[in-house]
Nanobody, 126 residues
């Protein structure tokens, strides 16, 4: 059972990155998926959630609404996070986690299971 993130890097403010998280060893399409980030010295923050089918609704923390887009391709066992108009405050270790359920639900931000990847670093600096 594994979740492997990729796509992080160092970019300037205003630029974009696309993160990917590939799942293996479990039935990916049975789970909603959550992107989570943790910056140094700060608590872990759920960023976005997408249900098992990839359809709406999707959920975002207020600070990324309108800039980030979550999507998934169940045929590839992969969930994505397109991040546009990046800001220095987006700097963090980003990782994906399986939710406990097939749908995100109103409590999506606390619906993470223990199944999560090692993360990919995103650094936004001029």
């Amino acid at each position: 059972i594994q979740l492997a993130e990729s796509g992080g890097g160092m970019v300037q403010p205003g630029e974009s990155l696309r993160l990917s998280c590939k799942a293996s060893g479990f039935t990916f399409s049975n789970y909603a998926m959550i992107w989570v980030r943790q910056a140094p010295g700060k608590e872990r923050e759920a960023v976005s959630c997408i249900g098992w089918s990839g359809g709406s609704p999707t959920y975002y923390v207020d600070s990324v609404k309108g800039r980030f887009t979550i999507s998934r391709d169940n045929s590839k066992n992969t969930v994505y996070l397109q991040m546009n108009s990046l800001k220095p405050e987006d700097t963090a270790l980003y990782y994906c986690a399986a939710a406990r359920t097939t749908h995100c639900g109103p409590s999506w931000e606390v619906n993470q299971s223990n199944l999560r990847g090692q993360g990919t670093q995103v650094t936004v600096a001029s």
